[in-house]
């Protein structure tokens, strides 16, 4: 039937807007919580608020939790700490 069971979208670097989200209704969308090309480690708050956000706008059953991108190009302990950040904001939401 055409439809794309899931799309990954960058979402941390420049958040998206609203109007965009309710767009993918048959879709799980695969968000980008965390920056990938900034070394500046988000918190969990920080996180957790825009993810809080993305689910007014989507059930939780559509919303899928990721970086923007891959991580290789950070070092391996801030891409970690990027990596349980993220968890850690989505265990609490």
Same mark, same amino acid.
């Given at each position: 039937?055409?439809?794309?069971?899931? *799309?990954? *979208?960058? %979402?941390? =670097?420049? =958040?998206?807007? %609203?109007?965009?989200?309710?767009?993918?209704? #048959?879709? +799980? /969308? *695969?968000?980008?919580?965390?920056? *990938?090309?900034s070394?500046?480690l !988000?918190?969990? %708050? !920080?996180? #957790? #608020?825009? &993810? !809080?956000?993305?689910? +007014? /706008? /989507?059930?939780p !059953?559509?919303? &899928?939790?990721?970086?923007?991108?891959?991580?290789?190009?950070l070092? #391996?302990?801030?891409? &970690?700490?990027?990596l +349980?950040? /993220? +968890?850690?904001?989505?265990?609490?939401v």
């Amino acid at each position: 039937d055409g439809v794309v069971d899931q *799309i990954s *979208i960058e %979402d941390a =670097h420049r =958040h998206n807007p %609203d109007r965009l989200f309710p767009l993918f209704e #048959r879709s +799980t /969308l *695969i968000v980008g919580f965390v920056r *990938i090309a900034s070394s500046r480690l !988000e918190g969990v %708050d !920080e996180i #957790r #608020r825009r &993810m !809080e956000k993305v689910l +007014t /706008l /989507l059930p939780p !059953e559509r919303v &899928m939790a990721a970086p923007d991108c891959g991580l290789g190009f950070l070092g #391996r302990d801030l891409a &970690m700490a990027k990596l +349980t950040n /993220l +968890t850690a904001a989505a265990a609490s939401v």
